[in-house]
């Protein structure tokens, strides 16, 4: 007697994994309400919006990038020189484009995020925008490998195993939440005449599975960039106002999405703010909302365990079938901190720094490497610095900026070594990377410090090929005489182990009496196998 039990692992295959850019330009328009452009100080964009739709070969977005300026006006009497600007939706800057697709691989899906917005004046009131997109783009397909995990038997056999820790596929989605609260500028901050700009970063984040939900929890930090608003009704000067984790403003957020019950669940996220949006009705308080994006993907981690080999201890033969499968084994799940520390110094035409206002960094660009035992992140980055000069003393004087990865100047790059023991260059790792905290500190009169902490989830994997059995059956002497040989014709879905077990047989006795080279060719409809009177032992 001999039984088999069956198991079934369902992974995806990734045929192929690349990315892409897509670049466009377009204009924007300085509204009549707000005065004409004299110099442009900094540029923020926001991935508001995106479509995608694939046509034979071609990837064609469309879409728009809620654009943040900030400039100097013309001067004028009543008014301090520094003007905010927000472009929304279609009056934003919008794209139109196309990706073309590589030639292996189908059933491509598509993830893309904004890494450079430049804005140039070309008058007055026009401004030209340049916009690059990175698209990564991954096409695989679900496999579903079938195996024999356990076989009992008597009389005894003996049996190989390989146990194997997997992913399998549960929930790949994509949600946007909408993320707001009331701040208040207290004394010693004036209050408000009117808005230059607005940035918020997600910080602490975490993600958690409770019953049948994923929780992906964290804060938002705000900083406003503001004109002030003097006891007689005039404009100020330029302020900045934060509120962080250290003076307890930051936003809670909680973003929850509904998944199966799962038993061991693992979570890679992915969250991006895609606009901001700050209004007031009273010059000590403002509202602040923000649009979060979270591409979340959940699998369930499971151990397999599969029999690879079998052989029988006593009398009888094992006959088995096999099957060459590829597997994606998990090797290690790690959770990592590391901060990237950069001194920037200003370029030499820049005059000295008094006060420094903000900082603004475009979405960096990453890369990592498996070495042995350790991994390698790298990337760069755009930074602007908005600052108040060091020539004159009075609280007003005119805000100036500087820039690294624009304007002719290189991006600041980065750089670290995450230690992981156990890990090859040849097995593969999957990397989350969550900006946790963005700090600035002014070192001198020409130079500034960022501290930029970062939260890496990462999963190594590699890649394993096995013969594993399918199937198996116990073949023992028949009592009785036999005949000294029989004859067969294939019927139409005929296969050696289906004949096989038929005649009581093994397959590779019918392959070597009918010089059949594999045991799992395809059999010709029509064709005479000769049945040996006996099974050979394997």
């Not at 009056?91 to 073309?100: C, D, P, R, S």
């Not at 879905?493 to 009581?504: E, F, H, P, S, V």
Request: charged share 25%; net charge negative; aromatic share 8%.
């Amino acid at each position: 007697m001999l039984t088999c039990h069956y198991g079934q692992a369902t992974m995806e295959k990734t045929l192929a994994v690349t990315s892409k850019y897509l670049e466009v330009e377009g204009e924007l328009y300085i509204p009549p309400e707000y005065p004409e452009l004299e110099t442009i100080l900094s540029v923020q964009g926001y991935l508001e919006e995106i479509h995608g739709e694939i046509s034979g070969n071609k990837l064609v977005l469309s879409g728009a990038v809620q654009t943040h300026l900030v400039y100097q006006g013309k001067e004028r009497m009543d008014q301090v020189p520094e003007f905010g600007l927000v472009w929304r939706g279609t009056e934003g800057a919008v794209f139109n484009g196309e990706i073309n697709l590589p030639e292996q691989g189908s059933d491509w899906d598509w993830h893309a995020r904004l890494v450079k917005i430049k804005v140039e004046p070309e008058s007055t009131r026009t401004l030209k925008y340049q916009l690059e997109l990175e698209v990564n783009l991954r096409s695989r397909q679900p496999c579903s490998t079938f195996y024999v995990e356990e076989i009992e038997a008597d009389p005894q056999i003996q049996t190989e195993e390989e146990v194997l820790r997997i992913e399998e596929p549960v929930l790949e989605t994509y949600v946007s939440r909408e993320i707001g609260a009331n701040f208040s500028l207290t004394y010693p901050k004036p209050p408000l005449a009117r808005f230059l700009s607005c940035q918020v970063f997600p910080l602490r984040t975490t993600a958690s599975f409770t019953k049948d939900r994923v929780n992906i929890e964290g804060k938002l930090e705000v900083q406003l960039l503001y004109i002030s608003l003097t006891e007689d009704g005039q404009e100020g000067g330029v302020e900045a106002q934060k509120w962080t984790e250290e003076n307890g403003g930051a936003i809670p957020f909680q973003i929850s999405i509904e998944t199966p019950i799962l038993t061991e669940p693992s979570i890679q996220y992915e969250l991006g703010v895609e606009g901001i949006q700050v209004t007031s009705v009273h010059p000590e308080s403002c509202r602040v909302d923000a649009r979060i994006g979270a591409r979340v993907n959940v699998v369930k981690r499971r151990q397999v365990k599969a029999v690879v080999d079998v052989a029988s201890l006593e009398k009888g033969i094992i006959d088995y079938q096999r099957e060459e499968s590829e597997w994606v084994e998990v090797v290690e799940e790690a959770e990592r901190h590391f901060v990237v520390e950069k001194m920037l110094t200003l370029p030499t035409e820049q005059q000295n720094i008094r006060k420094v206002l903000q900082v603004s960094l475009m979405e960096p660009k990453f890369d990592w490497q498996s070495a042995r035992d350790q991994l390698i992140v790298g990337g760069e980055a755009i930074a602007i610095l908005l600052y108040q000069g060091a020539q004159g003393e009075e609280e007003g004087d005119a805000v100036t900026s500087a820039a690294w990865g624009i304007r002719g100047t290189e991006p600041f790059t980065f750089g670290s070594y995450l230690e992981l023991p156990g890990v090859d260059e040849n097995m593969q790792a999957r990397i989350g990377l969550h900006p946790q905290q963005l700090k600035v500190e002014q070192v001198d009169e020409r130079s500034i410090r960022l501290l930029w902490e970062f939260e890496a989830l990462i999963t190594v994997t590699q890649t394993k090929h096995l013969s594993l059995v399918t199937d198996a059956a116990l073949i023992l002497p028949e009592e009785g005489p036999k005949p000294s040989m029989l004859f067969y014709l294939v019927q139409p879905g005929d296969t050696l182990w289906k004949i096989a077990r038929r005649y009581n047989t093994t397959m590779a006795t019918i392959a070597e009496a009918n010089r059949l080279t594999d045991p799992d060719q395809e059999l010709v409809y029509g064709k005479k196998l000769v049945i040996p009177k006996g099974p050979r032992g394997n």
